[in-house]
C-alpha cells in the first residue's frame, strides 16, 4: 500500500497565527488525496477532497477560507489553518486514495492554538 | 448521502473470549466496506475491506467481518480476544464511485481485559 506522511506530527501555535501541513505520498502518484479532522475519541470528519492540479471540493460546513488546501503535485497536498483559533484545535489526518480502493492514511498531525 | 452508524460506544470483552464491533451503513449501490483500527495519538491502520465476493472477509491479526447485504450490515469479528486488541475501531464505507471518500463511523472502543 501507498505509504503516507504528514509534517509537523504535533504543532503548538498562537492564536492568529497560520499553519501549514504537509501531506506526502512518499511511493504512489495521488491524484486525490483527502483530508480529515478528528476531535479526542471522536470521528474522522472529511473536511476536503483535494484533486492535483485543481480546486479543493469541500465539505458543507467547511469553511474553506480558513482552511486552504493546496495539491500542487501528485505526492504533496497542504493543509494551511489561516488565523487558527483555539476551537481549531484537533487532530488532522491526511489520505491517499491507492489503486485498490483502498484509502491509505498518514500519521496524523495534531494542532493546539493556545 | 452514504453513512455508517456504529451502535456501540464500547464493548468490553475478557481476554480469549470472542468479540464483535457492529457496523451498519447505508450507501447508494454495492458498498466498498472497510475496518481501520486506531491506537492512541496515532492514524489508522487498516484491517480489512469488502469490495466483492465471499461475504466472509478475512483481515489483519486475526480478524474478520462478514458482509450482510439484506441487514447492510459489516460487523468486525475475531473468535478470541487479546488485550493487545484494544483500540478504537472504525467501520467506514464509500460508494462505488470514482472520487469518493470513505465516511467513518463514530467508532467504537474496545476493551480488552485480563
Known amino acids: 500500500g501507498a505509504v503516507v506522511s504528514q509534517h509537523p506530527s504535533r504543532v503548538i501555535c498562537k492564536s492568529g497565527t497560520s499553519v501549514k501541513i504537509e501531506c506526502r505520498s512518499l511511493?504512489?502518484?495521488?491524484?486525490?488525496m483527502f483530508w480529515y479532522r478528528q476531535f479526542p475519541k471522536k470521528s474522522l470528519m472529511l473536511m476536503a477532497t483535494?484533486?492535483?492540479?485543481?480546486?479543493?471540493?469541500?465539505e458543507q460546513g467547511v469553511e474553506k477560507d480558513k482552511f486552504l488546501i493546496n495539491h500542487a503535485s501528485l505526492t504533496l497536498s497542504t493543509l494551511t489553518v489561516t488565523s487558527a483559533h483555539p476551537e481549531d484545535s484537533s487532530f488532522y489526518i491526511c489520505?491517499?486514495?491507492?489503486?485498490?480502493?483502498?484509502?491509505?492514511f498518514g500519521p496524523g498531525t495534531r494542532l493546539t492554538v493556545l | 448521502a452514504q453513512s455508517v452508524a456504529q451502535p456501540e460506544d464500547q464493548v468490553n470483552v475478557a481476554e480469549g473470549n470472542p468479540l464483535t464491533v457492529k457496523c451498519t451503513y447505508s450507501v447508494s449501490g454495492n458498498p466498498y466496506l472497510f475496518w481501520y483500527v486506531q491506537y492512541p495519538n496515532r492514524g489508522l491502520q487498516f484491517l480489512l475491506k469488502?469490495?466483492?465476493?465471499?461475504?466472509l472477509v478475512k483481515g489483519s491479526y486475526g480478524f474478520e467481518a462478514e458482509f450482510n447485504k439484506s441487514q447492510t450490515s459489516f460487523h468486525l469479528k475475531k473468535p478470541s480476544a487479546l488485550v493487545s486488541d484494544s483500540a478504537l475501531y472504525f467501520c467506514?464505507?464509500?460508494?462505488?464511485?470514482?472520487?469518493?471518500?470513505?465516511?467513518f463511523g463514530k467508532g467504537t472502543t474496545l476493551s480488552v481485559s485480563s
Open positions: 469488502y469490495i466483492t465476493g465471499d461475504n
Open positions: 511511493d504512489f502518484q495521488a491524484t486525490t
Open positions: 467506514a464505507v464509500r460508494a462505488n464511485q470514482a472520487g469518493t471518500a470513505l465516511i
Open positions: 483535494s484533486n492535483e492540479g485543481s480546486k479543493a471540493t469541500y
Open positions: 489520505s491517499v486514495r491507492g489503486g485498490g480502493n483502498e484509502q491509505f
